[in-house]
């Protein structure tokens, strides 16, 4: 099982910035798919952004023009830059890695916009 770890969640005003980093056990070259997704209190887990392993990507259009997804293959890290930030932006934010065999989860970081 891949181990994948968030990091860069926080507290921030809206407007602000953040960068959240998914740190994976393995090359991620292996993954067809790498995603960020989010949660927020009583709403159902949704797709934020996804990176392919050819690099293409897909943002949900709550995000566009404001979020930016990037990996670094030497350090096996996908990114989310989070510019902009509004208050329901507001959730906990998980790292996916999906394979054709696997589909591995992060454990989750929390992400806090204030007004």
């Known amino acids: 099982q891949v181990q994948l770890v968030e990091s860069g969640g926080g507290s921030v005003q809206a407007g602000g910035s953040l960068r959240l980093s998914c740190a994976a056990s393995a090359s991620i070259f292996s993954f067809n798919v790498m995603g960020w997704y989010r949660q927020a209190p009583g709403k159902q887990r949704e797709l934020v952004a996804m990176?392919?392993?050819?690099?293409?990507?897909n943002y949900a259009d709550s995000v566009k023009g404001r979020f930016t997804i990037s990996r670094d293959n030497a350090k096996n890290t996908v990114y989310l830059q989070m510019n902009s930030l509004k208050p329901e932006d507001t959730a906990v934010y998980y790292c996916?890695?999906?394979?054709?065999?696997?589909?591995?989860w992060g454990q989750g970081t929390q992400v806090t916009v204030s007004s």
């Open positions: 996916n890695a999906n394979r054709s065999w696997s589909n591995d």
């Open positions: 990176i392919t392993v050819g690099g293409r990507t």
